[in-house]
């Protein structure tokens, strides 16, 4: 029999680098209970060796639209340029966010609306921009509604080119009604086991799935590379002949 998991000795990800947009509603410092996640998973990832980023899109003057800039159609202003370069320096993105009314908050949709503007750009090899890239999300409310956040979010970063690994979501949510938040006196969030469970989990298939795709050096790049298709080459697909 082979050495359990829990008796072997924790790997190490030094040389991945992961980002954590938090999509609050608060502006810093005021208190986020989504930050008091994240935090759990910022740490776990720390101590394994991970470069982590992180900011609060709330702070930033991100412009509405699906265009990678939108100075340049008719915005005075737009961050989201520099932030996307954070966002391309890692091999691990985490958007997390609120609840709010059974969805999510609607920085979430803006941040997910300005990765979406920028997933026709390609990489060196003609892909799109985010392959060789894990997505993760993690959720935070006292309604309902983790698993319908977690797949709106998990499917809008698989079908922007992000490769999503097993158990790739987190949150807690109270009570239904009002109540407790996350970090509240008295909540049970930063010591629920189901929580802290589905965070490590999370957490670890996130840096194992990055480091697999870095060592394979990313998606195989053939039969996805936008360039080559739009040069005329199919990969080997025949139209059909509709009749």
Avoid at 42 to 57: N, S
Avoid at 161 to 185: H, K, N
Wanted: proline letters at 5%.
């Amino acid at each position: 029999m082979g050495t359990t998991a829990a008796s072997s000795a924790a790997p190490r990800f030094d040389g991945l680098r992961a980002l954590f947009v938090n999509c609050t509603l608060k502006r810093s410092p005021e208190r986020s209970h989504t930050q008091g996640l994240v935090d759990r998973s910022v740490a776990l990832m720390r101590t394994l060796g991970v470069e982590v980023d992180q900011f609060r899109a709330i702070d930033h003057d991100i412009a509405t639209g699906v265009w990678p800039d939108m100075t340049e159609h008719g915005w005075a202003r737009d961050e989201w340029p520099a932030l996307f370069e954070r966002v391309l320096a890692a091999d691990v993105l985490v958007l997390a966010g609120p609840i709010w009314l059974g969805d999510n908050s609607s920085v979430t949709k803006r941040v997910i609306e300005r990765l979406y503007g920028c997933s026709a750009l390609l990489n060196e090899r003609g892909q799109y921009a985010f392959y060789g890239r894990v997505g993760g999300c993690l959720l935070t409310g006292n309604e309902d509604g983790i698993k319908h956040c977690a797949m709106n979010i998990l499917y809008s970063l698989q079908h922007l080119g992000y490769t999503i690994p097993p158990q790739a979501d987190a949150g807690w949510i109270g009570e239904a009604g009002p109540g407790p938040s996350y970090l509240d006196e008295g909540s049970g969030g930063p010591d629920n086991d189901f929580t802290n469970r589905n965070t490590t989990f999370m957490t670890y298939n996130l840096l194992h799935l990055a480091a697999m795709l870095r060592g394979a050096g990313g998606i195989p790049a053939y039969g996805n590379q936008r360039s080559e298709w739009d040069a005329g080459c199919h990969f080997s697909y025949d139209n059909p002949d509709y009749r």
